[in-house]
């Protein structure tokens, strides 16, 4: 049988029996590893995730465990290192005992130990919100091929049917001119259609840059509340401090607008609010799919409203394209949203309950902190 590591003991202090309850009944696998890397004690989720009872595991090294160049050490050295948290996305933990699971990592150092690091592993939380990114990319790819396809075949034909029906309109009488004129309106409307969805065909790499990710959200700010979000009263709570996004100005505009809007259409006529916030998060890096590069997404941008909250039913599929709950959507603004951010090298990612929704766009920093 699996035991805990965190039993209570009678002569425990009532605080400290109350944390050993809480790890205990946590399902993240909590993990303390002492200066030499041993376990030092891990939780029943920490037994279960290893594989392994608390009576074996104590004592043992983590690089009995894991192949010694997995990308964890590193990851527990720089905490320790730097004294700081840091996560990691989407990482790969392979071992013979427990296969290859994909997890995300928080490595924390704890102050009153030196060198002694707690780990939690984020087996299905956090990589299936990664998972889900990545199946947002393949959507946004899927668009790219239609949206070439459209470009190629129905615009050079819809340009002939539109010139047919200019030079019938010349010798056509004035009833038959309505119908020519029914012709090159709906052409018009199809083409206007074709080239919304052409801006998924661009495939050419983002021409990228520092930029104020304030002076972005700024721009959007006030696009919004001169147009489509007058009722919304907007709260700003920006991290002064932060440092540029590496990024694309325009498509980064496009990107927050459509947030926004969304945003703006979810809330109530009245008493609608939309937070704006930035910050920095440590140690936040995203594992390159293919290759052995991360990439430290450090900038935290969030577009929160206090609207009713995305229908779980479409929660799944919600940066699909074509996926919309309104009489004149698109569906198309999520999509594109999930392909920008996916250009940056950035993740998209949300949260919904009735009277908070927040979308988290995570984007690199310009400088220093590319690819590491
Ligand atoms: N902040 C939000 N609150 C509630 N639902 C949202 C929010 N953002 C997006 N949605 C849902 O996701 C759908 C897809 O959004 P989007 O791709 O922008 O397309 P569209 O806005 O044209 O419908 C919306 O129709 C809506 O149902
Ligand atoms: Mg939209």
């Not at 376990?39 to 037994?47: G, K, Q, Y």
């Not at 080239?195 to 006030?222: Q, W």
């Not at 009713?308 to 999509?335: M, S, Y």
């Amino acid at each position: 049988m699996i035991g805990s590591a965190f039993q209570l003991r009678p002569s425990e202090p009532r605080g400290q029996a109350d944390a050993a309850v809480i790890l205990a009944g946590l399902p993240t696998p909590v993990v303390v590893l002492d200066d030499q890397n041993r376990i030092r004690s891990l939780n029943p989720a920490a037994e279960h995730f290893l594989k392994g009872g608390a009576s074996v595991l104590t004592g043992q090294r983590l690089e009995e465990l894991m192949p010694p160049d997995s990308p964890i050490f590193a990851l527990i050295e720089t905490a320790r290192n730097t004294g700081s948290i840091m996560s990691e996305y989407g990482l790969t933990l392979e071992t013979a005992r427990f296969g290859q699971r994909l997890v995300s990592v928080q490595v924390a150092p704890i102050a009153e130990r030196p060198d002694h690091v707690v780990l939690c592993i984020h087996e299905l939380s956090m990589a299936a919100k990664i998972d889900r990114q990545l199946t947002h990319r393949h959507a946004a790819r899927s668009v790219t091929a239609m949206a070439s396809m459209l470009a190629h075949e129905v615009k050079n034909p819809l340009s002939g049917i539109r010139g047919a029906a200019q030079l019938l309109e010349e010798t056509a009488n004035l009833e038959d001119r309505e119908l020519t004129q029914l012709i090159c309106d709906e052409a018009d409307r199809i083409c206007a259609l074709v080239d919304r969805m052409e801006v998924f065909s661009d495939a050419r790499p983002l021409e990228r840059v520092a930029v104020n990710i304030h002076e972005v959200l700024e721009r959007v700010r006030k696009v919004a509340q001169n147009g489509f979000a007058r009722h919304v009263r907007f709260i700003e709570n920006y991290d002064p401090s932060l440092p540029a996004v590496l990024g694309n100005r325009d498509t980064l505009v496009q990107i927050f607008l459509n947030l926004v809007k969304n945003a703006a259409e979810a809330v109530a006529e009245e008493g609608g609010e939309i937070l704006l916030s930035t910050g920095y998060q440590h140690g936040v890096k995203l594992a390159v799919s293919g290759t052995d590069s991360r990439v430290h997404l450090p900038l935290v941008i969030s577009v929160q409203d206090n609207g009713a909250g995305i229908p779980e039913d479409l929660q799944a599929h919600l940066f699909d394209p074509f996926v919309t709950t309104k009489r004149n959507g698109t569906g198309l603004g999520l999509a594109l949203v999930a392909k920008i951010v996916g250009d940056h090298g950035g993740v998209v990612e949300f949260d919904s309950q009735p009277r908070r929704t927040i979308f988290r766009v995570l984007l690199p920093m310009a400088g220093r902190d590319g690819v590491a």
